[in-house]
Protein backbone atom coordinates (compact mmCIF):
# COMPACT_ATOMS: atom_id res chain seq x y z
CA UNK A 1 0.00 0.00 0.00
CA UNK A 2 0.95 3.78 -0.14
CA UNK A 3 2.08 5.61 3.00
CA UNK A 4 -0.11 6.02 5.81
CA UNK A 5 -2.87 8.16 5.03
CA UNK A 6 -3.21 11.51 7.60
CA UNK A 7 -5.88 13.92 7.90
CA UNK A 8 -6.53 16.66 6.36
CA UNK A 9 -8.69 19.10 8.91
CA UNK A 10 -9.37 22.06 5.84
CA UNK A 11 -9.82 19.16 3.31
CA UNK A 12 -13.46 19.71 1.03
CA UNK A 13 -15.30 17.88 -0.83
CA UNK A 14 -18.67 18.35 -3.16
CA UNK A 15 -20.77 18.28 0.40
CA UNK A 16 -18.31 21.04 1.62
CA UNK A 17 -21.15 23.41 3.45
CA UNK A 18 -23.79 21.16 4.31
CA UNK A 19 -24.45 20.36 7.78
CA UNK A 20 -26.04 16.63 8.85
CA UNK A 21 -27.42 16.32 12.21
CA UNK A 22 -26.80 12.26 12.97
CA UNK A 23 -29.29 11.98 15.71
CA UNK A 24 -29.10 7.56 15.19
CA UNK A 25 -27.11 5.05 16.50
CA UNK A 26 -25.83 1.59 15.46
CA UNK A 27 -25.46 1.02 11.53
CA UNK A 28 -27.97 2.16 8.83
CA UNK A 29 -28.01 6.19 10.25
CA UNK A 30 -24.32 5.98 10.75
CA UNK A 31 -23.49 4.23 7.32
CA UNK A 32 -25.98 6.84 5.91
CA UNK A 33 -23.87 9.80 7.46
CA UNK A 34 -20.55 7.78 6.91
CA UNK A 35 -21.39 8.39 3.11
CA UNK A 36 -22.22 12.07 3.24
CA UNK A 37 -18.84 12.84 5.33
CA UNK A 38 -17.15 11.01 3.37
CA UNK A 39 -18.34 13.38 0.88
CA UNK A 40 -17.30 16.75 2.89
CA UNK A 41 -20.72 16.77 4.44
CA UNK A 42 -20.40 18.13 8.88
CA UNK A 43 -21.71 15.47 10.45
CA UNK A 44 -22.31 15.61 14.32
CA UNK A 45 -22.83 12.68 15.92
CA UNK A 46 -25.10 13.71 18.62
CA UNK A 47 -24.33 11.23 21.55
CA UNK A 48 -25.22 10.03 25.20
CA UNK A 49 -23.05 11.76 27.56
CA UNK A 50 -20.52 8.82 28.92
CA UNK A 51 -21.89 6.18 26.61
CA UNK A 52 -22.14 7.50 23.21
CA UNK A 53 -23.22 5.51 20.24
CA UNK A 54 -23.75 1.85 20.60
CA UNK A 55 -21.53 1.11 17.74
CA UNK A 56 -18.71 1.64 19.99
CA UNK A 57 -19.15 -1.19 21.56
CA UNK A 58 -18.73 -3.38 18.69
CA UNK A 59 -15.09 -3.67 19.55
CA UNK A 60 -12.20 -6.37 18.50
CA UNK A 61 -9.31 -6.46 20.96
CA UNK A 62 -11.15 -3.80 23.28
CA UNK A 63 -10.73 -1.73 20.31
CA UNK A 64 -13.68 0.59 18.24
CA UNK A 65 -12.94 -0.59 15.12
CA UNK A 66 -16.25 -0.30 13.09
CA UNK A 67 -16.76 2.98 14.94
CA UNK A 68 -12.99 4.02 13.54
CA UNK A 69 -14.48 3.41 10.37
CA UNK A 70 -17.69 4.18 9.70
CA UNK A 71 -17.34 7.67 12.03
CA UNK A 72 -14.37 9.19 10.41
CA UNK A 73 -14.86 12.40 9.14
CA UNK A 74 -17.61 13.06 11.90
CA UNK A 75 -17.69 15.61 14.79
CA UNK A 76 -19.45 14.16 18.51
CA UNK A 77 -21.55 16.59 20.51
CA UNK A 78 -22.71 14.55 23.86
CA UNK A 79 -25.82 15.85 25.39
CA UNK A 80 -28.71 14.99 27.15
CA UNK A 81 -31.88 15.63 25.35
CA UNK A 82 -34.28 16.11 28.49
CA UNK A 83 -32.29 18.49 29.74
CA UNK A 84 -33.06 22.33 28.84
CA UNK A 85 -29.75 23.42 27.95
CA UNK A 86 -28.60 19.75 25.90
CA UNK A 87 -32.40 20.41 24.41
CA UNK A 88 -31.75 24.00 23.71
CA UNK A 89 -27.68 23.20 21.83
CA UNK A 90 -29.14 20.23 19.87
CA UNK A 91 -32.63 23.08 18.04
CA UNK A 92 -29.54 25.33 17.64
CA UNK A 93 -27.33 22.72 15.77
CA UNK A 94 -30.68 21.40 13.88
CA UNK A 95 -31.65 25.29 13.15
CA UNK A 96 -27.79 25.46 11.61
CA UNK A 97 -28.42 22.39 9.81
CA UNK A 98 -29.88 21.22 6.15
CA UNK A 99 -30.50 17.99 7.62
CA UNK A 100 -31.25 15.52 10.44
CA UNK A 101 -30.76 11.68 10.67
CA UNK A 102 -32.77 9.99 13.53
CA UNK A 103 -33.87 6.21 13.55
CA UNK A 104 -36.17 5.93 16.89
CA UNK A 105 -39.19 4.43 17.05
CA UNK A 106 -41.49 6.43 15.15
CA UNK A 107 -43.17 8.56 17.39
CA UNK A 108 -40.65 9.60 19.73
CA UNK A 109 -39.47 13.14 18.03
CA UNK A 110 -43.12 14.08 18.00
CA UNK A 111 -43.35 12.76 21.89
CA UNK A 112 -39.95 14.67 22.85
CA UNK A 113 -41.96 17.53 20.77
CA UNK A 114 -39.79 17.75 18.31
CA UNK A 115 -41.43 16.19 15.15
CA UNK A 116 -41.33 17.27 11.74
CA UNK A 117 -43.74 20.17 11.77
CA UNK A 118 -42.01 21.97 14.83
CA UNK A 119 -38.77 21.43 13.15
CA UNK A 120 -39.78 22.78 9.84
CA UNK A 121 -41.43 25.87 11.78
CA UNK A 122 -37.76 26.62 13.08
CA UNK A 123 -36.16 25.54 9.86
CA UNK A 124 -38.08 25.06 6.66
CA UNK A 125 -35.76 23.84 4.37
CA UNK A 126 -34.38 20.81 6.78
CA UNK A 127 -34.40 17.40 5.32
CA UNK A 128 -35.33 15.29 8.00
CA UNK A 129 -34.12 11.63 7.47
CA UNK A 130 -36.48 8.96 9.69
CA UNK A 131 -35.13 5.07 9.67
CA UNK A 132 -37.11 2.75 11.29
CA UNK A 133 -37.00 -1.43 10.84
CA UNK A 134 -40.81 -1.49 9.20
CA UNK A 135 -41.65 2.22 8.54
CA UNK A 136 -43.35 5.26 9.81
CA UNK A 137 -46.67 3.99 8.46
CA UNK A 138 -48.17 0.57 7.90
CA UNK A 139 -49.57 -1.69 10.80
CA UNK A 140 -46.00 -2.79 12.10
CA UNK A 141 -44.88 1.00 12.57
CA UNK A 142 -44.59 0.98 16.02
CA UNK A 143 -42.62 -2.45 16.22
CA UNK A 144 -38.63 -2.60 16.85
CA UNK A 145 -37.15 -4.09 13.85
CA UNK A 146 -33.47 -4.96 14.18
CA UNK A 147 -31.54 -6.03 10.77
CA UNK A 148 -31.63 -9.78 11.33
CA UNK A 149 -35.50 -9.17 11.68
CA UNK A 150 -35.84 -7.44 8.44
CA UNK A 151 -33.03 -9.66 6.75
CA UNK A 152 -35.40 -12.70 7.73
CA UNK A 153 -38.54 -11.18 6.79
CA UNK A 154 -37.53 -9.95 3.55
CA UNK A 155 -37.13 -12.77 1.21
CA UNK A 156 -33.17 -12.48 1.35
CA UNK A 157 -32.81 -15.14 4.33
CA UNK A 158 -35.00 -17.77 2.53
CA UNK A 159 -33.26 -17.55 -0.72
CA UNK A 160 -29.81 -17.87 1.21
CA UNK A 161 -27.97 -20.47 1.53
CA UNK A 162 -28.39 -24.22 0.64
CA UNK A 163 -31.57 -26.46 -0.33
CA UNK A 164 -30.51 -28.69 2.50
CA UNK A 165 -30.00 -26.55 5.38
CA UNK A 166 -31.61 -23.60 7.09
CA UNK A 167 -32.23 -20.51 5.66
CA UNK A 168 -28.56 -18.29 5.93
CA UNK A 169 -28.45 -14.73 7.04
CA UNK A 170 -25.37 -12.57 6.14
CA UNK A 171 -22.11 -12.48 8.85
CA UNK A 172 -22.40 -8.57 9.17
CA UNK A 173 -25.80 -6.20 9.57
CA UNK A 174 -26.26 -6.21 5.61
CA UNK A 175 -29.75 -4.67 5.93
CA UNK A 176 -28.32 -1.64 7.07
CA UNK A 177 -25.49 -1.19 5.38
CA UNK A 178 -27.96 -1.11 2.32
CA UNK A 179 -30.61 0.50 4.09
CA UNK A 180 -27.42 3.37 4.87
CA UNK A 181 -26.83 3.59 1.04
CA UNK A 182 -30.71 4.24 -0.03
CA UNK A 183 -30.37 6.51 3.02
CA UNK A 184 -27.58 8.69 1.50
CA UNK A 185 -28.86 8.93 -2.19
CA UNK A 186 -32.25 10.11 -0.92
CA UNK A 187 -30.72 12.46 1.30
CA UNK A 188 -28.98 14.03 -1.70
CA UNK A 189 -31.91 14.13 -3.75
CA UNK A 190 -33.63 15.93 -1.43
CA UNK A 191 -31.33 18.15 -1.01
CA UNK A 192 -30.83 18.77 -4.92
CA UNK A 193 -35.15 19.65 -4.66
CA UNK A 194 -34.24 22.42 -1.95
CA UNK A 195 -31.49 24.07 -3.53
CA UNK A 196 -33.54 23.99 -6.88
CA UNK A 197 -36.37 26.30 -4.66
CA UNK A 198 -38.54 23.58 -6.40
CA UNK A 199 -39.28 21.91 -2.98
CA UNK A 200 -39.56 23.09 0.71
CA UNK A 201 -37.37 20.50 3.22
CA UNK A 202 -39.48 17.60 3.62
CA UNK A 203 -39.40 14.25 5.60
CA UNK A 204 -37.48 10.89 4.04
CA UNK A 205 -39.09 7.64 5.18
CA UNK A 206 -36.65 4.78 4.81
CA UNK A 207 -37.19 1.61 6.58
CA UNK A 208 -34.94 -1.53 6.83
CA UNK A 209 -37.25 -3.74 4.97
CA UNK A 210 -37.71 -2.21 1.86
CA UNK A 211 -34.08 -1.72 1.10
CA UNK A 212 -33.29 -5.52 1.24
CA UNK A 213 -35.97 -6.61 -0.25
CA UNK A 214 -35.71 -4.37 -3.39
CA UNK A 215 -32.25 -6.64 -3.16
CA UNK A 216 -33.95 -9.99 -4.03
CA UNK A 217 -34.66 -9.02 -7.43
CA UNK A 218 -37.54 -9.86 -9.81
CA UNK A 219 -38.61 -13.05 -6.93
CA UNK A 220 -42.44 -10.89 -6.77
CA UNK A 221 -42.45 -11.75 -10.42
CA UNK A 222 -40.99 -15.02 -10.52
CA UNK A 223 -43.65 -16.05 -7.88
CA UNK A 224 -46.39 -14.86 -9.59
CA UNK A 225 -45.36 -16.63 -12.99
CA UNK A 226 -44.55 -20.03 -10.94
CA UNK A 227 -46.82 -20.11 -8.00
CA UNK A 228 -43.43 -20.95 -5.54
CA UNK A 229 -40.22 -19.19 -4.20
CA UNK A 230 -37.47 -19.71 -5.76
CA UNK A 231 -35.21 -21.94 -3.51
CA UNK A 232 -31.90 -22.21 -1.85
CA UNK A 233 -29.05 -22.56 -4.59
CA UNK A 234 -25.99 -22.49 -2.69
CA UNK A 235 -23.48 -20.83 -5.16
CA UNK A 236 -25.50 -21.14 -7.61
CA UNK A 237 -27.39 -18.97 -9.67
CA UNK A 238 -31.34 -19.74 -10.07
CA UNK A 239 -31.29 -18.10 -13.79
CA UNK A 240 -28.19 -18.50 -15.00
CA UNK A 241 -25.70 -20.93 -15.40
CA UNK A 242 -22.63 -22.09 -15.13
CA UNK A 243 -22.04 -20.03 -12.21
CA UNK A 244 -20.60 -21.36 -8.72
CA UNK A 245 -17.47 -21.68 -6.37
CA UNK A 246 -15.34 -24.53 -7.46
CA UNK A 247 -12.43 -25.92 -5.41
CA UNK A 248 -9.36 -26.04 -6.75
CA UNK A 249 -6.44 -29.00 -5.82
CA UNK A 250 -4.54 -26.76 -3.54
CA UNK A 251 -7.96 -26.55 -1.39
CA UNK A 252 -8.38 -23.17 -2.91
CA UNK A 253 -11.39 -21.96 -4.37
CA UNK A 254 -12.09 -19.68 -7.50
CA UNK A 255 -15.68 -18.23 -8.72
CA UNK A 256 -16.70 -19.05 -12.38
CA UNK A 257 -19.63 -17.09 -13.80
CA UNK A 258 -20.81 -17.56 -17.59
CA UNK A 259 -24.50 -15.46 -17.64
CA UNK A 260 -23.60 -14.98 -21.21
CA UNK A 261 -23.89 -17.87 -24.16
CA UNK A 262 -20.88 -16.54 -25.73
CA UNK A 263 -19.01 -17.02 -22.36
CA UNK A 264 -20.44 -19.93 -21.67
CA UNK A 265 -19.55 -21.31 -24.80
CA UNK A 266 -15.66 -20.09 -24.28
CA UNK A 267 -15.71 -22.11 -20.98
CA UNK A 268 -16.45 -25.10 -22.95
CA UNK A 269 -13.51 -24.68 -25.34
CA UNK A 270 -11.92 -24.09 -22.23
CA UNK A 271 -11.96 -26.68 -20.67
CA UNK A 272 -11.46 -28.69 -23.65
CA UNK A 273 -15.13 -29.75 -24.30
CA UNK A 274 -16.61 -28.03 -27.27
CA UNK A 275 -18.81 -30.57 -27.95
CA UNK A 276 -20.92 -29.33 -24.76
CA UNK A 277 -21.47 -26.26 -27.14
CA UNK A 278 -24.48 -28.33 -28.61
CA UNK A 279 -25.50 -30.82 -26.64
CA UNK A 280 -29.04 -30.72 -25.79
CA UNK A 281 -28.54 -30.37 -21.83
CA UNK A 282 -26.17 -27.08 -21.95
CA UNK A 283 -27.00 -25.72 -25.44
CA UNK A 284 -28.55 -22.30 -24.18
CA UNK A 285 -28.76 -20.44 -21.02
CA UNK A 286 -32.45 -22.37 -19.90
CA UNK A 287 -30.97 -25.67 -21.00
CA UNK A 288 -28.06 -25.41 -18.62
CA UNK A 289 -30.15 -23.51 -15.94
CA UNK A 290 -32.01 -27.00 -16.06
CA UNK A 291 -29.15 -29.45 -16.20
CA UNK A 292 -26.64 -27.29 -13.65
CA UNK A 293 -25.67 -30.43 -11.53
CA UNK A 294 -24.42 -31.85 -14.12
CA UNK A 295 -22.84 -29.39 -15.88
CA UNK A 296 -20.91 -28.04 -12.16
CA UNK A 297 -19.63 -31.63 -11.94
CA UNK A 298 -17.84 -31.97 -15.52
CA UNK A 299 -16.12 -27.70 -14.54
CA UNK A 300 -15.36 -28.92 -11.07
CA UNK A 301 -13.83 -31.89 -12.16
CA UNK A 302 -11.85 -29.76 -14.85
CA UNK A 303 -11.01 -27.45 -11.85
CA UNK A 304 -10.36 -29.83 -9.44
CA UNK A 305 -7.05 -30.85 -11.20
CA UNK A 306 -4.99 -27.31 -10.83
CA UNK A 307 -4.26 -24.86 -8.59
CA UNK A 308 -5.88 -21.88 -8.01
CA UNK A 309 -3.13 -19.73 -9.76
CA UNK A 310 -2.86 -22.27 -12.52
CA UNK A 311 -6.88 -22.15 -13.04
CA UNK A 312 -6.40 -18.74 -13.07
CA UNK A 313 -3.57 -18.18 -14.94
CA UNK A 314 -5.46 -20.97 -18.06
CA UNK A 315 -8.95 -18.77 -17.70
CA UNK A 316 -7.58 -15.90 -17.83
CA UNK A 317 -5.40 -16.64 -20.63
CA UNK A 318 -9.00 -17.78 -22.43
CA UNK A 319 -10.87 -14.30 -21.63
CA UNK A 320 -12.81 -16.24 -19.20
CA UNK A 321 -14.88 -14.64 -16.34
CA UNK A 322 -13.11 -16.67 -13.27
CA UNK A 323 -12.00 -15.12 -10.32
CA UNK A 324 -10.33 -16.24 -6.99
CA UNK A 325 -11.94 -16.50 -3.77
CA UNK A 326 -10.33 -14.55 -1.55
CA UNK A 327 -10.32 -13.40 2.65
CA UNK A 328 -9.95 -9.78 3.48
CA UNK A 329 -6.14 -11.04 4.86
CA UNK A 330 -5.23 -11.94 1.63
CA UNK A 331 -6.70 -8.76 0.30
CA UNK A 332 -4.35 -6.29 2.46
CA UNK A 333 -1.37 -7.06 0.30
CA UNK A 334 -2.83 -7.94 -3.29
CA UNK A 335 -1.54 -5.83 -5.81
CA UNK A 336 -5.07 -5.58 -7.63
CA UNK A 337 -6.07 -3.92 -3.75
CA UNK A 338 -2.72 -1.36 -3.61
CA UNK A 339 -2.46 -0.31 -7.14
CA UNK A 340 -6.60 0.81 -6.80
CA UNK A 341 -5.53 1.95 -3.35
CA UNK A 342 -9.09 0.22 -2.28
CA UNK A 343 -7.89 -0.42 1.45
CA UNK A 344 -6.13 2.65 2.56
CA UNK A 345 -3.66 2.98 6.11
CA UNK A 346 -4.77 5.87 8.06
CA UNK A 347 -3.48 7.02 11.33
CA UNK A 348 -4.86 5.64 14.06
CA UNK A 349 -4.23 6.87 17.94
CA UNK A 350 -4.96 3.02 19.31
CA UNK A 351 -3.30 1.16 16.41
CA UNK A 352 -0.83 3.49 14.60
CA UNK A 353 -2.22 2.82 11.09
CA UNK A 354 -5.83 1.09 10.70
CA UNK A 355 -6.45 0.05 7.50
CA UNK A 356 -10.23 1.17 5.96
CA UNK A 357 -12.01 1.59 3.10
CA UNK A 358 -11.36 4.44 0.58
CA UNK A 359 -13.34 7.19 -0.05
CA UNK A 360 -16.66 5.43 -2.41
CA UNK A 361 -16.03 6.10 -5.20
CA UNK A 362 -13.65 8.64 -6.77
CA UNK A 363 -14.15 12.75 -7.76
CA UNK A 364 -12.15 13.89 -10.32
CA UNK A 365 -13.01 17.62 -9.90
CA UNK A 366 -13.74 17.38 -5.92
CA UNK A 367 -11.89 15.14 -4.50
CA UNK A 368 -12.78 13.97 -0.81
CA UNK A 369 -9.81 13.75 1.38
CA UNK A 370 -10.16 12.42 4.82
CA UNK A 371 -10.28 15.14 7.49
CA UNK A 372 -10.57 14.13 10.90
CA UNK A 373 -10.46 10.68 12.57
CA UNK A 374 -13.50 9.16 14.21
CA UNK A 375 -14.56 11.14 17.26
CA UNK A 376 -14.12 10.53 21.05
CA UNK A 377 -17.69 11.00 23.00
CA UNK A 378 -18.39 14.81 23.20
CA UNK A 379 -15.01 15.60 21.59
CA UNK A 380 -16.55 18.92 19.79
CA UNK A 381 -19.08 19.71 21.99
CA UNK A 382 -17.12 22.98 22.87
CA UNK A 383 -16.19 23.38 19.61
CA UNK A 384 -19.75 23.60 18.35
CA UNK A 385 -20.68 25.96 21.41
CA UNK A 386 -18.62 27.94 20.04
CA UNK A 387 -19.28 27.97 16.52
CA UNK A 388 -23.15 28.86 17.66
CA UNK A 389 -22.20 31.56 19.62
CA UNK A 390 -23.01 29.88 23.04
CA UNK A 391 -21.27 30.81 26.32
CA UNK A 392 -19.65 28.04 27.91
CA UNK A 393 -22.08 26.02 29.68
CA UNK A 394 -21.29 23.11 32.48
CA UNK A 395 -19.80 20.74 30.44
CA UNK A 396 -21.75 18.05 28.30
CA UNK A 397 -18.01 16.54 26.55
CA UNK A 398 -16.21 14.17 27.61
CA UNK A 399 -12.42 14.62 26.52
CA UNK A 400 -9.90 11.81 25.37
Same mark, same amino acid.
Given at each position: ????V?????????????R???????VA?????????D?G????????P?????????????????W??????????????????????????I?????????????????????P??L???????????????????P??????F?????????????????D??P???????????? &?????? /?? #?????A %????G +???? $?????LF????????A?????????K??M????????????N????????????????????????????????????R?V??????????????????????????????????????V &?????? /?? #?????? %????? +???? $??????????????I????????P??????????H??????E???????????GR
Amino acid at each position: MAGVVQFTLDGRGPLDGVRIVDMSRLVAGNMTTHVLADYGGDVIKIERPGKGDDLRNWRVEGIEVFWKVYSRNKRSVALDIHETEGRDLLLRLIDSSQVLVENFLPGTLERWGMGPEVLHARNPGLVILRISGWGQTGPWRLRPGFGTLVEAMSGWAFMNGHADKPPTLPPLAMADMVA &GLYGAS /AT #LAALRA %VERGG +APGQ $VIDLSLFEPIHAMVGAEAAHVRLTGKPTMRSGNQSSHTAPRNVYACADGAYVALSGSMQSMAERIFDTIGRPELKTDPRFVDNAARVANRNELDAIIGAFIATRSQAENLALFDAAGVTV &GPVHSV /AE #LLDHPF %VQGRE +AIIE $VADRDMGAIPMHNVIPRFSATPSPLRRPAPAVGEHTEELRRELGLGSPGSYGEGR
